[in-house]
């Protein structure tokens, strides 16, 4: 299992690692809505680096906000 962090926009929200329709991979928090960016796969492995790389994002700060000016 990765560790991921509190969510980098509001520090509070708890991440949720989300398959979209079997072909891709991002988190988004439960609180605010932030999310990264969507990281695709077509293979068993593919999903699991792609699971990687978006909790490499999101521990990173790297995602997107739905706030005026973003």
């Not at 299992?1 to 991440?15: F, I, K, L, S, Y």
């Not at 293979?43 to 906000?65: L, P, Q, S």
Request: proline letters at 4%; aromatic letters at 8%; one cysteine or more.
């Amino acid at each position: 299992m990765m560790h991921m962090e509190d969510c980098p926009a509001c520090r509070e929200g708890v991440g949720s690692l989300e398959h979209e329709g079997g072909w891709c991979v991002y988190i988004q928090c439960l609180d605010c809505g932030a999310r990264t960016a969507e990281f695709p796969y077509r293979t068993e492995a593919e999903k699991e680096e792609a699971e990687k790389a978006a909790v490499r994002m999101w521990n990173m700060g790297k995602v997107i906000r739905s706030e005026p000016g973003e």
